[in-house]
């Protein structure tokens, strides 16, 4: 059983920074896919980043070049490094390990 906490969100004001983290335990953490995922109320989950094992690394189109994606695999740890946030980011971040462990959620809010 994999368990995943996220840590890190909050409220901040457009142009703002904010970084989440989620930490890993249960199963060996190196070898799988890791990423994070935002939803808002009313729409679909949607794929933030991505990051594989070795370090390979896929955003959306909203966030390239503002957001950043890393993993310690020595200390089970993945985060999101959000830069110039907008109003528009404004959702519950999850932590995603593949192929289907989630974590509970982090609320990031980015006021105008």
């Known amino acids: 059983q994999v368990q995943l906490v996220e840590s890190g969100g909050g409220l901040v004001q457009a142009g703002g920074s904010l970084r989440v983290s989620c930490a890993a335990s249960?199963?060996?953490?190196?070898?799988?896919?890791m990423g994070w995922y935002r939803q808002v109320p009313g729409k679909q989950r949607e794929v933030v980043a991505t990051?594989?094992?070795?370090?390979?690394?896929n955003y959306a189109d909203s966030v390239k070049g503002r957001f950043t994606i890393s993993r310690d695999n020595a200390k089970n740890i993945v985060s999101l490094e959000m830069n110039n946030l907008e109003p528009e980011d404004t959702a519950v971040y999850y932590c995603?390990?593949?192929?289907?462990?989630w974590g509970q959620g982090t609320q990031v809010t980015v006021s105008s």
């Open positions: 249960g199963r060996p953490f190196s070898f799988n896919a």
């Open positions: 990051i594989s094992y070795s370090g390979r690394t």
């Open positions: 995603w390990r593949a192929p289907d462990s």
